[in-house]
């Protein structure tokens, strides 16, 4: 129970339903809160009056309301009380998630048994169009079962499976958030009930290689990430791992070859082309970065130009191979780079 929503909601029919509930009842940490009113606009205000915290509308279709906390990761939604708690549960994903805590006593309520299936860690659909109504609902599935461990029951699993097709109707965004939180396993389980292949993902014997949500979306989903509305960040990222080479040799000049390619993640490259076993060559070779280049773009006496650029590029490697150490060497050698280009 929370005070503060009952301070202010006390005496109303309200209460607290969905993910709050449910994980105050596995002991995890609280830190979004549902609660079900009659007049979700009003009660969010009265919260930020008392509480603290910003106001804005969640949903103008569906008229509900959401309080972000100062200075926390906490938020409070109010969402509204239509048809009496009965028709708001019914309307819930999954049993666990369709337990209800009256805001004015504190006593739960509970018409579809959640609390017995959080006991027996299963995953269990509230009504048998649960897919239909909503298609996220089929990765929350997956999800819930990996983060939970927990298990969906017969029943459920086969509404799933029969409703695969749907995976790929619901916003790119909301697909994009949910596949960022499945492990590994989750990835497997996705693809075992059949919800893989249509958002365009196939299995990879690298996706356990490293744990990291980035690095699994790339393995799993290669060009095919480019479908998702994935962030400037991680197309760069994607860019680096997808063009990525095994290294020839563990050479200075291999590995300077490498790190052009893939920095700042080289590191992530080497598990994404399965030579992990360089890392240390690659962390030496970052540390002994030289804090300045033997010479600039503007010294070399060269129209500005694409050449430039090609010119830099084999100074530092040579640089990094070893075969010259001085500004003399490096003008020399964009000399005979620029006469060459000449020809």
Same mark, same amino acid.
């Given at each position: 129970?929370?005070?503060?929503?009952?301070?202010?909601?006390?005496?109303?029919?309200?209460?607290?339903?969905?993910?709050?509930? =449910?994980?105050? #009842?596995?002991?995890?940490?609280?830190?979004?809160?549902?609660?079900?009113?009659?007049?979700?606009?009003?009660?969010?205000?009265?919260?930020? @009056? =008392?509480?603290? %915290?910003?106001?804005?509308?969640?949903?103008?279709?569906?008229?509900?309301?959401?309080?972000? !906390?100062?200075?926390?990761?906490?938020?409070?939604?109010?969402?509204?009380?239509?048809?009496?708690?009965?028709?708001?549960?019914?309307?819930?994903?999954?049993?666990?998630?369709?337990?209800?805590?009256?805001?004015?006593?504190?006593?739960?309520?509970?018409?579809?048994?959640?609390?017995?299936?959080?006991?027996?860690?299963?995953?269990?659909?509230?009504?048998?169009?649960?897919?239909?109504?909503?298609?996220?609902?089929?990765?929350?599935?997956?999800?819930?079962?990996?983060?939970?461990?927990?298990?969906?029951? %017969?029943?459920?699993?086969?509404?799933?499976?029969?409703?695969?097709?749907?995976?790929?109707?619901?916003?790119?965004?909301?697909?994009?958030?949910?596949?960022?939180?499945?492990?590994?396993?989750?990835?497997?389980? #996705?693809?075992?009930?059949?919800?893989?292949?249509?958002?365009?993902?196939?299995?990879?014997?690298?996706?356990?290689?490293?744990?990291?949500?980035?690095?699994?979306?790339?393995?799993?989903?290669?060009?095919?990430?480019?479908?998702?509305?994935?962030?400037?960040?991680?197309? @760069?990222?994607?860019?680096? #791992?997808?063009?990525?080479?095994?290294?020839?040799?563990?050479?200075?000049?291999?590995?300077?070859?490498?790190?052009?390619?893939?920095?700042?993640?080289?590191?992530?490259?080497?598990?994404?082309?399965?030579?992990?076993?360089?890392?240390?060559?690659?962390?030496?070779?970052?540390?002994?970065?030289?804090? !300045?280049?033997?010479? @600039?773009?503007?010294?070399?006496?060269?129209?500005?130009?694409?050449?430039?650029?090609?010119?830099?590029?084999?100074?530092?490697?040579?640089?990094?191979?070893?075969?010259?150490?001085?500004?003399?060497?490096?003008?020399?050698?964009?000399?005979?780079?620029?006469?060459?280009?000449?020809?």
């Amino acid at each position: 129970m929370d005070d503060r929503v009952q301070e202010i909601l006390g005496g109303e029919d309200a209460w607290i339903v969905g993910g709050a509930v =449910r994980d105050e #009842l596995l002991l995890r940490p609280v830190l979004d809160i549902d609660v079900a009113c009659s007049d979700p606009r009003d009660a969010s205000h009265r919260f930020a @009056r =008392r509480f603290g %915290g910003a106001v804005f509308p969640l949903s103008e279709r569906h008229g509900a309301w959401r309080v972000v !906390a100062d200075g926390i990761d906490e938020t409070v939604d109010f969402t509204p009380l239509e048809d009496g708690i009965d028709a708001d549960l019914a309307t819930r994903d999954f049993t666990f998630n369709a337990i209800a805590e009256s805001v004015a006593t504190g006593a739960p309520y509970d018409p579809h048994d959640g609390r017995a299936d959080l006991r027996a860690g299963v995953v269990r659909a509230v009504t048998d169009t649960v897919f239909a109504d909503d298609p996220l609902r089929l990765l929350r599935a997956v999800r819930f079962e990996d983060e939970l461990g927990f298990r969906m029951d %017969g029943r459920t699993e086969s509404l799933l499976r029969a409703s695969a097709a749907l995976v790929t109707e619901p916003a790119g965004e909301r697909v994009l958030a949910e596949l960022r939180r499945l492990t590994a396993a989750a990835y497997r389980r #996705l693809d075992d009930v059949g919800l893989l292949a249509p958002l365009g993902g196939t299995l990879d014997e690298r996706l356990d290689a490293l744990d990291d949500p980035d690095f699994r979306l790339v393995v799993v989903f290669g060009q095919n990430l480019s479908r998702l509305p994935i962030s400037n960040d991680l197309k @760069r990222y994607s860019a680096a #791992l997808l063009r990525a080479r095994k290294p020839e040799d563990a050479s200075p000049r291999a590995i300077h070859r490498f790190r052009r390619q893939t920095e700042p993640w080289a590191l992530d490259a080497l598990a994404f082309v399965d030579e992990q076993g360089l890392v240390d060559v690659v962390e030496a070779a970052r540390r002994a970065d030289p804090s !300045a280049p033997l010479v @600039r773009g503007d010294e070399l006496g060269l129209d500005p130009g694409p050449e430039i650029g090609r010119i830099l590029d084999a100074i530092d490697e040579e640089r990094a191979a070893g075969t010259i150490s001085t500004r003399e060497e490096a003008l020399a050698l964009a000399r005979a780079l620029a006469d060459r280009g000449d020809e």
